[in-house]
Structures are given as structure tokens and as C-alpha cells.
């Protein structure tokens, strides 16, 4: 299975494991939360509305255009702190990890 075909799996699975917390949000942020320029966006989203309305669909449109995937990065770490009090995330938190090491 290629990196991209692997890679899109679990942006998929993670999407589903979204909706099955209800954690996927219906109506997105507005255009200025969505134009921060801080890492994760973490002055103006939540992780879960970083997730949903950046990375998932920015991943998938790299993966679509066929273009390259970026590598090296973990965003694992980020979300362990950030939901280290909830447990509920565990199979979201298992899903990134896999993310990571696809990426790595």
C-alpha cells in the first residue's frame, strides 16, 4: 500500500472516530479563525476544529493533486497534551500516532 493510500485510510478513519465522539462540526469557523498563522492555529481553534477544518482537508487535497506529502512532523504530541484529561480521544490520539509514523 502506497504512503499516500495509507495515509488517506487514516484520514478517513479519522473523520469517522470524529463523528462517532460528535466532535465533527457542522458549520466551520469563520475565515479570519481559519487564517491564523500560529502552529495548530492555536490562537483562534480548538484542536478538534484545527483538525477538521485544516489539516484534514489539506492533507487529502495533497494526497488528491497528487502532489508531495510533507514529512518529518508529529502532531501527536500536540493533541496527547491538549486532551491529556479526556479519555474518550484515545482512539483519535492511536489514529494520529499512525498518522505520525506515516509521515515520519
Not at 20 to 39: F, R
Amino acid at each position: 500500500m502506497s504512503r499516500s493510500h495509507r495515509l488517506l485510510t487514516l484520514l478517513n478513519q479519522l473523520e469517522q472516530a470524529l463523528n462517532a465522539l460528535s466532535l465533527w462540526q457542522v458549520a466551520p469557523p469563520t475565515q479570519e479563525k481559519l487564517m491564523s498563522s500560529e502552529p495548530f492555529a492555536i490562537d483562534t481553534l480548538s484542536p478538534i476544529e484545527w483538525l477538521q477544518w485544516i489539516f484534514i482537508p489539506k492533507m487529502k487535497w495533497l494526497i488528491e493533486q497528487q502532489q508531495s506529502l510533507p514529512s518529518g512532523f508529529a502532531i501527536s504530541p500536540y493533541f496527547e497534551e491538549a486532551w491529556k484529561d479526556r479519555g474518550e480521544t484515545q482512539a483519535i490520539l492511536l489514529l494520529l500516532n499512525q498518522i505520525d509514523e506515516v509521515c515520519a
